[in-house]
T-cell receptor, first 111, second 114 residues
């Protein structure tokens, strides 16, 4: 069966520090991968999606970036965090026709 | 563009009450429809889905029927439990659109009191 992992689970970082969040998927090949952000009490905002290694599409302009160095690995990064980057970051995967499946999330607090 | 509209929350019900959370959508073509549930502090879990008109998705006592004539996918449960307290998201995908990006509703927070 397929599983999706995210780490770290929680993170507190100062403004201006770098960020790296990692997501890995097991049990499937060539999935589509997604990064979402959920601000407190609000819905989900799609940040990036990827249909293959090295292929990244950005949905919103921001100081975040994403990379996909391996088929089942998706990384969300920032060189300098802003206060507004605080939120709950969710990774998801999909294989065509079955919907998206989400990881447990990373709660990021920028202080 | 595609959009999903959910009933405004929060919704508070007593245990064993009947639940309906309304969801309507706007999309061209034939989208697939989903309900996701998010328990406190966790990621989203796929609750149920329907891929064509008149399909009924069901899971854990929840049901939703894909109604193309009313562009709706309302979530129902006959007798809710305290453990059903969560945020529920309605969503759609148009698989023939060249990608699989989900369009989400804003979510409905449900609280069940004993």
């Amino acid at each position: 069966s397929q599983t999706i992992h995210q780490w770290p689970a929680t993170l507190v970082q100062p403004v201006g520090s770098p960020l790296s969040l990692e997501c890995t998927v097991e049990g499937t090949s060539n999935p589509n991968l997604y990064w979402y952000r959920q601000a407190a009490g609000r819905g989900l905002q799609l940040l990036f999606y990827s249909v293959g290694i090295g292929q990244i599409s950005s949905e919103v302009p921001q100081n975040l970036s994403a990379s996909r160095p391996q088929d089942r690995q998706f990384i969300l990064s920032s060189k300098k965090l802003l206060l507004s980057d605080s939120g709950f970051y969710l990774c998801a995967w999909s294989v065509q026709g079955w919907g998206q499946y989400f990881g447990p999330g990373t709660r990021l607090t920028v202080t | 563009g595609d959009s999903v509209t959910q009933m405004e929350g929060p919704v508070t019900l007593s245990e064993e009450a009947f639940l309906t959370i309304n969801c309507t959508y706007t999309a061209t073509g034939y989208p697939s429809l989903f309900w996701y549930v998010q328990y406190p502090g966790e990621g989203l879990q796929l609750l149920l889905k329907a891929t064509k008109a008149d399909d009924k998705g069901s899971n854990k006592g929840f049901e939703a029927t894909y109604r193309k004539e009313t562009t709706s996918f309302h979530l129902e449960k006959g007798s809710v439990q305290v453990s059903d307290s969560a945020v529920y998201f309605c969503a759609l995908i148009r698989f023939n659109s060249g990608n699989e990006k989900l369009t989400f509703g804003t979510g409905t927070r449900l609280t069940i009191i004993p």
